[in-house]
């Protein structure tokens, strides 16, 4: 069945190779891997008896599906307002399981092109390789859903190259250099005095690695096994500001029921710098929107008591407990629901016990500025839907915030949405 995908694309992600002893396992494991590719939307795996008793033939039966994504149009997203989003995809580029992607987004927030390349299986080994090229104009503060204006612009552009392989079946490691360029740039006059005095261009050039060990059974839509993660950021290779990064993240899937998929998810962070250097806003962490349901974009965390604008921290962590239910609806309509509950908080910033000097507390007029500062822990709660609908997967979320600090923002609804051809 695969007229478009090249034979050795399938035969690639068999563990069993010929004049092995035959393991059921490592034939299921196999199916695994071919059904995580994405490119068939039906994959059979059998064997037959073969010319001899210490024999059997494996049969591969596949169904193609469509590998191409596209997002285009005119939309709305309560953390962006309106917006023209553009993307196209190709996860399976000429048949030979390479994925390819160029995208453009222009919204309230950010306007931004990135194009990425990657070759799953580079030199014909099992080590994955890619390029990435991006660039991109945010403003990480603005909110278009509760009228947060942006506090300055963020203008970024770059490169990365990676690298990935496999340690043992389930452990997988990958290596990324980036080599990037960001400016801030207009900032309001009205803006926190701690994002004036980091305006400027800043470069960046770090490596890092991230250890992802997967027991997943499906990397889309998981109904069971685990994963977990450590990834670490070396910034001040050669030249350029100077950071260290490092983050986890782990999640636990478990089928209650056929549809009822109860899920836990959690991440946490930290970022200082080195050799004398303090941690730049762009290099901080934000939460809230899509990892913390119920808050604001940015709507946690360190906050100039003056003018409400969100710094970021130099701390983390976030975590979701949901269960997924059916909704009682044909399951051909894709429809499913979802009970949730969100936390996390965020923490720490380098600019807490800054000491203006007399030039810069004129400027002020004698007001030292104040970082509001906790990290007490946050929490919401909520539903969602999700449709896998004729254009594109739609999520909505409502989230209602059950523990927050005084100067916390938050958002009740969160939408998202794409398309595909």
Known sequence: GNVRTLDRVIRREFTLVEGDAFNTNKMQRSKDRIKNLGFFKKVEVNNTPGSAPDRTVITTEVEEQSTGELSLGLGFSTTDGPLADVSVRERNFLGRGQDVRIGTV???????????????????????AGIDLFEVKTSPTANFFTGVSPAYQQFSYGGALRTGYQLTENLRQTWKYTARSDDITDIQSDASLFIQLQSGTHLTSSVGQVLLYDRRDNRQEPTSGYYASIGNDFAGVGFGVQYIR?????????????????GFTAEGGDVFGWGGQKVLLQDRFFVGGD????FAPAGIGPRDIISSDALGGNKYYVGSLALSVPLGLPKELGITGRVFTDFGTLWSNDQKNLVLTPAQLVATGGLQPQIADSAAIRASAGVGVSWKSPVGPIRLDVAYP????????TQLFHVSFGTRF
Do not use: C
């Open 106 to 128: 222009i919204s309230f927030r950010s306007q931004q092109i990135d194009l990425s390349y990657t070759e799953p299986y580079f030199l014909d080994k099992n080590i994955a």
């Open 246 to 262: 490092n983050k986890i993240s782990a999640g636990y899937y478990y089928s209650l029921w056929p549809e009822w998929v109860l």
């Open 402 to 409: 059950l523990k927050k600090e005084p100067f916390d923002h």
């Open 291 to 294: 990892n913390l349901r119920g």
